[in-house]
């Protein structure tokens, strides 16, 4: 498995643990949709070592988000 594909599946478990859609993910994220799923796809991402740090942060899990919402 190359670095890509490892990325993919990585991000494809975080997604599924928050239970994001690739819409919300992406929002969440900053990226664009369509970059999202190339990155779900294994297409890469010019900064993997960025997004690792992103989706291993707690406060980008659903539920700190929607704990942070106003009521």
Known sequence: MNENEKLAQDVKAWRTKEGFTAEAAAKVLGIPRRTFEGIEQGRGFPYPVLLRVA????????????????D
């Open 55 to 70: 989706i291993k942060s707690k406060t980008l899990s659903l539920r700190a988000i929607l704990k942070g919402s106003p």
